[in-house]
């Protein structure tokens, strides 16, 4: 039990740096385009950054779900790779089928990462809702501040 508290520990922790990293990477991207905020057909703009952010939480979950994973291929608790990915996919958005079991000695670890995932994905969330509501101020204030040289 000892070491399945170990690997979940280490997990956890791997899992929230590899988020924070993703999550500062993105920020860092937003702050360099919020300078460039246009009303004049910005809608489209505005959009395809948004779904430039939501493809890099995207990216961002798919490395902490391979990281889980890798991790199950290691500890050999599953047979392949597409079971691990499947497991591990399941697991970390809490759907969980149930069709793919690990042994007793190891579902600490699969506990873990639903608990992780869980927590990833409501901060992905929260940071989407965050990042919208920064660029619909942005444009706001856009909008509201003097035009002198027009």
């Known amino acids: ?66 990281s889980f994973a890798l991790a199950y291929l290691a500890l050999g608790v599953v047979s392949g790779l597409e079971e691990a990915l499947y497991f591990s996919t399941s697991t970390f958005t809490t759907l969980g089928y149930g069709d793919v079991i690990i042994d007793n000695e190891w579902r600490l670890v699969a506990a873990m990462e639903g608990f992780t995932g869980f927590l990833m994905i409501g901060w992905s969330t929260a940071f989407l809702v965050s990042i919208v509501g920064k660029l619909r101020a942005l444009e706001a204030d856009w909008l509201e501040r003097p035009r002198d040289a027009e």
């Open 1 to 66: 039990m000892m070491e399945a508290l170990l690997v979940s520990a280490g997990m956890a922790v791997w899992t929230v740096l590899v988020h924070m990293v993703g999550l500062g990477a993105l920020l860092a991207l937003a702050r360099l385009r919020s300078g460039r905020i246009d009303p004049h057909g910005s809608n489209l703009r505005q959009a395809l950054f948004i779904l430039f952010v939501v493809l890099g939480l995207f990216v961002v979950h798919a490395i902490e779900i391979w």
